[in-house]
């Protein structure tokens, strides 16, 4: 997933957890990363247009893909693999350098309408001519599926991380909430009672290709990165992969849609313009604590 991972949680209950919740993103990024060529995403984008019968993980991850793209109007697009690939993000990020330029001209996203998950026969057809990435939303949903393990070994209080986006259960000793820094070093500390938070912003994961500045945010209208006048989206959901869904699709709508946007999904949230404006949404504090939707 390209991130750290960091757990917060009683010392008396960390060793065995540790090790399970290490077990656990090994096995969703076996299952879900596009860098793998024997991961089972990859197998399944390899047959784009067959339905292909998928694993519990893939499912699961597909599925919720599907409802946020519905849920956002396509400005959360699951399909933008080839995409991604053609604007050379071909490869682990940590690996990237330079990207040599563009082959292909620019191609639109919006494949999701083709895409068919069949929960009960576990069948998930990726369509014709396009390629399943599920990063951010997978690293959100394992966060929250981290918790519930947690929860399940009867630790009450904890807070699971992978690259910042983050979830916690209970609330540390003698505390009203977590503290939480968003927006790097200088941003705001959030109190979070409950619920998880996800930032999506252009300047973390940018490269080169050719003379070309890009970034990962795929706007799906135009199949390059997201010009949408934003620095960053930060937002508050009750679980971690919604929290994903929805920082993503703020950010590639931009300052004038992503309020409304958020506020239609339920979501509190913290848009930063390029100017470095802040557009608070929702019940994102003022004094208030952004809870959980």
């Known amino acids: 997933m390209g991130s750290d991972v960091h757990l917060i949680l009683p010392a008396r209950d960390a060793s065995a957890a540790i090790r399970d919740v290490q077990d656990l993103f090994a096995e969703w990024e076996d299952a879900l990363s596009r860098f793998r060529p024997e991961s089972e995403l990859s197998r399944l984008n390899a047959r784009a247009g067959t339905p292909v019968s998928v694993g519990p993980i893939l499912l699961g991850a597909a599925e919720a893909a599907l409802v946020a793209a519905r849920a956002t109007g396509g400005l959360f697009d699951p399909t933008l693999g080839r995409q991604l690939v053609s604007l050379g993000y071909d490869r682990s990020f940590e690996e990237m350098r330079h990207a040599p330029a563009a082959a292909d001209q620019p191609r639109r996203g919006g494949a999701w309408r083709a895409m068919v998950v069949d929960r009960p026969a576990g069948i998930v057809t990726v369509p014709a001519g396009s390629a399943l990435d599920l990063g951010g939303i997978a690293k959100g949903m394992a966060v929250d599926a981290a918790l519930e393990l947690l929860d399940g070994l009867g630790i009450e209080t904890a807070l699971v991380s992978a690259g910042g986006d983050l979830a916690v259960i209970g609330l540390p000793p003698g505390r009203r909430a977590w503290d939480v820094r968003v927006g790097g070093p200088d941003g705001p500390v959030v109190p979070l009672v409950r619920g998880a938070l996800a930032t999506s912003g252009s300047t973390r994961r940018r490269w080169r290709q050719g003379d070309l ?74 004094g208030d604590v952004p809870q959980a939707a």
Do not use: N
């Not at 199949?223 to 992969?241: I, N, R």
């Not at 931009?254 to 509190?268: N, S, T, V």
């Open 213 to 286: 500045a890009r970034h990962h945010l795929v706007d799906p209208g135009t199949g390059e990165p997201a010009v949408s006048g934003l620095h960053e989206v930060t937002v508050a959901a009750g679980a971690c992969g919604v929290a994903e869904v929805g920082a993503t699709a703020a950010f590639v709508a931009g300052p004038r849609i992503g309020p409304p946007l958020l506020e239609r999904l339920g979501l509190a949230g913290r848009l930063v313009t390029a100017a470095g404006h802040e557009i608070p949404v929702g019940r994102w504090p003022s």
